[in-house]
């Protein structure tokens, strides 16, 4: 079982920059691949970014060149530093683990909302 918080979310004016951070409980964290998602109102959720147990990234288009995901195993944290924010970046954020050979993302944190101001 893994437990995930996220944490950092905020009011941000258009063009600002936040920082998220996801801990997540538990010693295999190293061997997860996580995600950060976000679902704003009235849309469905999507993936963000994702990052591997050995650092391979990616990211949805809309994000690209803007948001940077990363992982730290010794602390069991992963982060989605958010630069150059827009209005339609808010949503509530997010994070996910999925085990090892799993299809899915099997487990999810509460959310964290991110408000971007015009």
């Known amino acids: 079982q893994v437990q995930l918080v996220e944490s950092g979310g905020g009011l941000v004016q258009a063009g600002g920059s936040l920082r998220l951070s996801c801990a997540a409980s538990?010693?295999?964290?190293?061997?997860?691949?996580m995600g950060w998602f976000r679902q704003a109102p009235g849309k469905q959720r999507e993936l963000v970014a994702g990052?591997?147990?050995?650092?391979?990234?990616n990211y949805a288009d809309s994000v690209k060149g803007r948001f940077t995901i990363s992982r730290d195993n010794a602390k069991n944290t992963m982060y989605l530093q958010m630069n150059s924010l827009k209005p339609e970046d808010a949503a509530v954020y997010y994070c996910?683990?999925?085990?090892?050979?799993?299809?899915?993302?099997?487990?999810w944190g509460q959310g964290t909302q991110v408000t971007v101001s015009s």
């Open positions: 990052v591997t147990s050995v650092g391979s990234t």
């Open positions: 538990g010693r295999t964290f190293r061997s997860y691949v």
């Open positions: 996910a683990a999925k085990a090892p050979f799993s299809v899915s993302y099997d487990y």
